[in-house]
Each structure stands twice: as C-alpha cells, then as structure tokens.
C-alpha cells in the first residue's frame, strides 16, 4: 500500500474564504461519466470552491450530456467548436476563472478525486507560495504511488522517477510535477503564459514545470497532500481484459511529443541525441502498458511509428521556422 498522509489546512472561516478565492479547472473529453463520478465527489467535498469544465468537442450526445450535468451542478462550462487538446483546454478554463475572479487555481483530470482536506492543503500553499507550482503525491485505487516528482534526462529524453532503479545519465535534468492535479496562483498562471497548446496531449506539463522554475518559481510536492489517480482512465484501452494497457492515443502523443519537446527547448546536439534514441524511446513507453497487450494487437506499434514519424516531421518543420506559435494546438 502507498502513503496514507493526511493533508492539513486551514478550517472553517478561514477554509471558507480560501476556497470562494478558488477555482477547480477540469479538462474533458467525452467524459461526462468521469466528470459524474469525480469532479461532483470533489465538488460537493469543496462547494465554496467554483468549477470550471471545458468540454473539448467529441460528439453531439456528448456535449448536450456535459452541458445537463454542469447546469445540474451549477458548474461553469466552455464550449470551444472542436477539441483544444489539455493545455488549449486548461488555458480557456483559467481565462474564465480569471473573469470570474479566481485568484488560486486547481487543475484536476477527469480521472483524479481529492477530499477537502487535500484540496485546502494544496491551495494554502499556493497562496502562501504564489511562485511555486504545487503537486500531491498520486496513487492509484489501490494505494499504489503513480506520481509524484519525476525529472526528463537531457541526454535522451528518458523519464526518471525517485521509484526508478535506472541511474540518471550525465547531461542533467528538467524537473517536473504531473498535470493531473496542479495547485497554483492566477498570477503564476499568467506569468508563465499558461500551457503551450501545440503540445496537445501529453508533455504540456514537462513544459510548463520547465518555463515556472525558468521564470523564478519553483515546483513544489506537498507529501503532506494525497490525491487518487487511476492513470489512464481518460486514455486507456477500453477493450483491454488485463494489464496495464493504454491507448493508441496515449502512446501516439508521449512519442510524438518527447520530440517536439526537444524541437522547442533543446539544442541542436541534445536534438540529435533524442533522434538518436528515438526508437528506444517508442519500445519504452509501448511497454508501460505491458507486454501482454502486443499478444493482442499490434496496434501499439504502428501508433508508436506514427508517433515517431511525425515527431520527426515536427522537429525539421522547427529547424525551418515552420512551427505556429504556442496558442495553435498540433492535434
């Protein structure tokens, strides 16, 4: 079994206040039984707090159910025309937040439940620290630790977590906090210029961890603050009978975007480097949904090819100066 830590934060007036000052940013995809489940447990856990839900367009049935539970719940809704990714996602629900007066966020995943207690905990110390970038630890239903800090080895591009027996290879590292669940200030929010949408899936929050500690904040995991997180349950697959398979989705993404990550933020010999370990990347992250799902289907590897080609495509469309701007989404 993982930590069982109870968080602490301020209590009745005081808690009151903080949450009205608050406001829950959850991203979704066709996933209204996700939000029903969830986002209403930690709602109806922090009703002070406001809810912002942006429903990334999927289908027709999809958003007329998002926009009948919201209105049940008396949640804020964002409606963009098609799908923004995460990151588009989270900065059109900070905007309103913004509007709406919210001076401390909390983003969540559809996929992710947290009490009261973790919630003030989380927020007091965004409050307190409006720099920082604050993080849980993650478990699963189980217990079981999922995230809590990892780093991105520079030399190619591989994920390190305190958990790993993997010795970090020389050339340094970027830290970073998972965007399941993030606390933090509208001031940093703003100040770092929100998530970069070309990203939009997957390694949005490596970047976004990066360009907080790049302005002079700093990331923080409030081991005192546990939240659950069933990774995968907005991107796994759905037809898998065991195993921790995930979604061609998933892989897609992860692959693809470790390679735009370095066409955006890294130099020309570190670029040649994670091109050169870019089909020991693919194999690794295929292989966190295990071995018996390739029994099954091959399909995880052509998105893994998938993935590489275009990433690759990405980072000479980079070297030509070709790539949009960081509020255009690259589905």
């Not at 937040?97 to 927020?123: C, F």
């Not at 398979?245 to 040649?272: C, F, P, V």
């Not at 799902?293 to 070297?319: E, H, K, V």
Request: glycine content about 10%; overall charge positive.
């Amino acid at each position: 079994m993982g930590p069982t830590p109870r968080a602490g934060g301020p209590a009745g007036d005081d808690a009151a206040r903080l949450l009205a000052r608050a406001a829950i940013l959850v991203v979704s995809y066709g996933s209204p039984e996700l939000l029903e489940r969830n986002l209403a447990r930690v709602a109806r856990a922090v009703p002070e707090a406001g809810v912002v839900v942006v429903d990334n367009y999927s289908t027709e049935e999809t958003r007329l159910r998002t926009r009948d539970l919201c209105a049940e719940h008396g949640w804020t809704l964002v409606e963009p025309e098609g799908n923004t990714g995460f990151g588009g996602g989270m900065n059109l629900a900070q905007a309103r937040a913004a509007a709406d007066g919210a001076e401390l966020l909390l983003l969540l995943n559809p996929d992710a439940v947290l009490d009261r207690e973790t919630v003030l905990s989380l927020l007091a110390r965004a409050e307190r620290e409006p720099r920082s970038l604050v993080a849980p630890v993650l478990t699963d239903s189980e217990g079981r630790v999922v995230a809590d800090r990892a780093v991105v080895c520079l030399a190619d591009g591989s994920m390190r977590s305190p958990r790993s027996s993997k010795p970090i290879p020389p050339g340094g590292t970027h830290p970073w906090l998972s965007g399941a669940c993030l606390a933090l200030s509208t001031r940093l929010f703003e100040a770092v210029g929100g998530f970069d949408e070309r990203y939009f899936l997957y390694w949005e929050d490596v970047d976004f961890s990066r360009r907080v500690v790049s302005s002079g904040g700093a990331l923080v995991l409030a081991r005192e603050a546990v939240a659950v997180h069933d990774e995968g349950g907005t991107h796994r697959d759905r037809d898998a009978d065991a195993g921790p398979a995930k979604s061609d989705t998933y892989y897609y993404y992860n692959i693809r975007n470790r390679l735009l990550y370095a066409a955006l933020q890294l130099d020309a010999g570190a670029r040649r480097r994670w091109v050169a370990t870019a089909p020991a990347a693919a194999r690794a992250i295929v292989l966190r949904g295990g071995r018996r799902q390739l029994l099954r289907s091959r399909s995880s590897l052509r998105a893994a090819w998938a993935g590489t080609r275009d990433g690759l495509r990405l980072l000479r469309r980079a070297a030509r100066g070709e790539l949009p701007g960081p509020d255009t989404p690259i589905p």
